[in-house]
């Protein structure tokens, strides 16, 4: 069987290993260069005393680069579509499948082989994808700060390999259930970008109890590194909350300045008496976040979530099979 899956399946292997090393050589020639950049300014920054404006003052790569980086986050999603979703699915359009289970290979067999072989491949190349990834992004990364941005996050560390197996398993069980590889296509590609919106967007936030620190406006706190800033605003001497929605001035949000204080921006902007007049009258500045010390303890989680998913797909997979619902 591990010969047979070879052979079904060496193209697309040719095809991915060839992708693959095009893009290894592609970052390895502009992030080597990227890299020096950073390095030489900061180390010219650090003997001026004159790094902290270094994120506005250095420019990286180009945004073509960048926009080719950001765009491996549909790499899971294309190894479910195109290595997940015909696994099965061909096989049954085409009777194949009948023909190897007539022979002395059973169904959970065949199953197995076929689909750890892809998954194995699927997490290597997720793996190596996002390893590359990281180590061009480097430079930038520590020049940014921002971890926890979806282009960072979702394409970095170990989450796509997580995302990776999830989309194989995700084309693997729909192939299976509707026996048609034109729709099992489709589904494998509408329910991954789905679920993977809804984690980022809804579920991702949550993973641990953000914190939440108040501080006078008049001396704003930033948490150190790469933090995940939820929410920011006001909080009135009464504990009324004006979250940072719409206008500001200074960080202040329009409806949580007092009367009082207005007339330092109606006629001449006095941003210092006003922020003043402001802290004078009881409002004080909240920041809602998740620090930079947890960012791979949400790798971690997110990854958890997309193995343990793949594994139950897996598991209907092979209750379809083995149970001759196909």
């Not at 193209?11 to 290894?24: E, I, N």
């Not at 048609?180 to 991702?204: E, H, K, N, Q, S």
């Not at 108040?214 to 001497?237: D, E, H, K, M």
Request: one cysteine or more; hydrophobic letters at 50%.
């Amino acid at each position: 069987m591990t010969w047979l899956a070879w052979r079904q399946h060496r193209s697309q292997v040719y095809v991915a290993a060839g992708a693959l090393a095009a893009f290894a050589v592609l970052l390895l020639f502009t992030g080597l260069p990227m890299a020096s950049q950073y390095h030489s300014a900061l180390t010219s920054c650090t003997a001026s005393h004159a790094c902290g404006s270094l994120a506005q003052t250095l420019a990286l790569g180009t945004p073509v680069l960048f926009t080719l980086v950001t765009l491996t986050l549909v790499v899971p999603c294309l190894l479910g579509v195109f290595w997940g979703g015909p696994l099965v699915a061909r096989e049954l359009e085409t009777g194949t499948s009948q023909f190897a289970w007539m022979q002395s290979v059973t169904r959970r067999h065949w199953l197995a082989v076929k689909t750890g072989w892809v998954l194995l491949a699927a997490a290597a190349w997720g793996g190596a994808v996002s390893a590359l990834v990281t180590w061009w992004s480097g430079p930038e990364n520590a020049l940014k700060h921002q971890n926890f941005s979806a282009a960072q996050f979702d394409t970095q560390g170990i989450v796509p390999v997580g995302y990776a197996l999830f989309a194989v398993a995700l084309g693997i069980a729909a192939g299976t259930l509707v026996r048609r590889t034109l729709p099992a296509l489709a589904i494998t590609l509408g329910v991954f970008a789905a679920l993977r919106l809804v984690i980022a967007d809804y579920v991702r936030p949550h993973y641990m109890a953000a914190i939440t620190t108040t501080f006078n406006i008049t001396r704003p706190v930033t948490p150190p590194g790469s933090y995940w800033q939820l929410a920011n605003g006001a909080i009135g001497p009464g504990g009324q909350v004006y979250p940072h929605r719409g206008l500001a001035i200074n960080g202040v949000p329009l409806p949580a300045i007092p009367p009082a204080c207005q007339g330092f921006f109606t006629g001449k902007l006095n941003p210092r008496g006003m922020i003043s007049c402001v802290s004078a009258h009881g409002i004080r500045g909240f920041i809602t976040y998740q620090p930079a010390s947890r960012y791979w303890t949400f790798q971690g989680i997110e990854t958890g979530i997309f193995v343990v998913l793949a594994t139950a797909l897996i598991a209907v997979t092979a209750i379809a099979v083995t149970r001759r619902y196909v």
